[in-house]
């Protein structure tokens, strides 16, 4: 990767840790480690309590793909939920989430695109009882619908 690459992504990475101070009042910080060991997000926060593992991406080709399964190596690692937050040449920052992060009952291999203030409103939704928080279960919808034999 090139300085100039890496510059692009620590900006856009101190860029995000500040607007999810300003959203959630929690501070982030650029994980220096990630450069040194695989698996590891991009940002870390001391809230004990943050939920999610966020991989930081701007570049000009969407890999959502090799991102999510990147996210998803290192959540589990650290055993949080995964999440992307991309912004494409032009257009607003998106949040890339599976949708177990939504409902524990539904996949975690099927993922939705939400906005950075949807991905702000989710998390303080999980924040809101650490430790205890108990999505809806939507289990004979996500039945009806996929499966009873879906993830």
Known sequence: MSARNREKGASFERYIANELFLRL?????????Q????????????DENWPF???CKKVRQISLGAWRKQATAAARKA???????YQPPYKPTAVSVP???FCDAWPSNEWAEITLDGFCLLAREIMAEPG???P???RDLRDRL??????
């Open 79 to 85: 055993n949080r939920r995964p999440a992307v937050i």
């Open 132 to 134: 205890n928080w108990q």
């Open 53 to 55: 593992l966020v991989e």
């Open 35 to 46: 450069y040194r060991e695989r698996e590891r997000g991009d940002l870390i926060t001391d």
């Open 99 to 101: 949708l177990s992060a």
């Open 146 to 151: 996929v499966g009873k034999d879906a993830e």
């Open 25 to 33: 009042g929690i501070s982030f910080r650029r994980d220096l480690d």
């Open 136 to 138: 809806n279960d939507y």
